[in-house]
């Protein structure tokens, strides 16, 4: 009977240091995340402004792109319009041609 009475009292107290070690443990790893954050976010700035700073550059290149796209539909635009007329008139005519050689 004695021996149980040791572990009755025994047990809790092994129980309890062990609580206290794992949240001694819980404790440091909270503190390394916490540093852990602190470093990614100075990184995660970092990156940012240095997207920013070439974001003057992006816009710039958007903004020659769009022109020069424009640029390209109306010489396409004149083009396929110069064509256009080109074969209207030749089927006027040869329809015109044709009509002639009916009468």
């Given amino acids: ?30 503190i390394r995340a916490i540093q852990t954050m602190r470093k990614l976010d100075k990184v995660v700035d970092n990156v940012n402004d240095k997207v920013e700073s070439l974001n003057g550059l992006f816009n710039i290149v958007d903004f020659t792109t769009d022109k020069i796209s424009l640029i390209t539909d109306k010489v396409v635009d ?5 064509i256009g007329s080109i074969f209207k008139k030749r089927k006027r005519k040869k329809y015109e041609d044709d009509e002639e050689e009916e009468d």
């Fill in 1 to 30: 009977m004695t021996v149980i009475k040791f572990l009755q009292a025994l047990l809790p107290v092994i129980i309890y240091i062990l609580l206290i070690v794992l949240i001694i443990i819980g404790i440091i790893i909270g």
């Fill in 78 to 82: 004149g083009a396929s319009n110069l």
